[in-house]
């Protein structure tokens, strides 16, 4: 059996939109669609998103070409606060092996005519992977889908 290692990360983004716009973006499946999504070289097999307490989020598929793998994203909303903000667990399978449990919330705060939005996640690292290999590159994929995000409200 693998230790468990244990990580955080906060990333705020502020966007010129008002929070009820971003919270959308978060919560509204077409919007989603469009920037929480694999990287290149990443194809989609199962998308589905129910917003609302006890509602859930999956995100599956799989990188081919020289890197062959199927990932899985299971998430499982708790709170939910319209337009203020998200709290959810979820779960990353690679291959079918279970890599990670991780606590996210996700704060929409008014900034002038815009957005704060603060991610902050809470992860366990269950396969071995070190919290500070884990870290970085979780920190690292969760920054680019916000850049992504972003691109919404040019």
Do not use: C, N
């Not at 990670?100 to 269950?126: C, I, K, M, N, Y």
């Not at 992977?129 to 979780?138: I, L, N």
Request: net charge negative.
């Amino acid at each position: 059996m693998q230790p468990i290692f244990h990580g955080s990360f906060v990333i705020e983004r502020r966007y010129p939109v008002p929070p009820d716009r971003v919270f959308a973006a978060w919560t509204d499946p077409a919007l989603k669609a469009r920037w929480f999504d694999g990287p290149p070289g990443w194809q989609l097999h199962h998308r589905e998103l129910d917003a609302r307490e006890g509602g859930i989020e999956i995100l599956h598929g799989r990188f081919t070409g020289a890197k062959e793998m199927e990932t899985r994203f299971t998430a499982r909303f708790h709170h939910i606060v319209p337009a203020a903000r998200l709290v959810y667990i979820y779960d990353m399978h690679l291959d079918g092996a279970h890599h990670s449990a991780s606590l996210a919330s996700v704060e929409f705060l008014p900034d002038g005519a815009g957005t704060l939005q603060r991610f902050h996640e809470q992860v366990a690292f269950l396969d071995g992977t070190t919290a500070d290999r884990g870290v970085p590159s979780r920190e690292h994929g969760t920054a680019a889908h916000l850049d992504q995000l972003a691109k919404l409200f040019l």
